[in-house]
């Protein structure tokens, strides 16, 4: 599991920031949003990332490597070369 570290840690980090640290476009963490998978909150315009609200939505999408890709819909992809 994740846990929050030192204080050196901000408390609020941007959208920007959470994606490029999973390497994804900020767009895909603003879609993660707005579904409500990802939760944020508004400081003036900005909207920001509490630092334990990133750490949870990372805990709860951890994927096992033994669970193996999965197809859409959820069913495991049989077709995956090993």
């Known amino acids: 599991m994740i846990?929050?570290?030192?204080?050196?840690n901000p408390?609020?980090?941007s959208l920007d920031e959470v994606a490029s640290s999973v390497g994804?476009?900020?767009?895909?963490?603003?879609?993660?949003?707005q579904r409500g998978h990802?939760?944020?909150?508004?400081?003036?315009?900005?909207?920001?990332?509490?630092?334990?609200?990133?750490?949870?939505?990372?805990?709860r999408n951890i994927v096992k490597a033994e669970d193996g890709e999965k197809k859409k819909g959820g069913k495991?992809?049989?077709?995956?070369?090993?």
């Not at 990802?38 to 805990?59: F, I, K, M, P, S």
């Open 76 to 82: 495991k992809n049989e077709n995956h070369k090993q």
């Open 24 to 33: 994804v476009e900020v767009m895909t963490i603003r879609r993660e949003v």
């Open 38 to 59: 990802l939760r944020a909150t508004r400081v003036g315009r900005r909207l920001v990332v509490l630092q334990a609200d990133w750490l949870e939505y990372l805990n």
């Open 3 to 8: 846990e929050p570290s030192e204080r050196k």
């Open 11 to 13: 408390l609020a980090i």
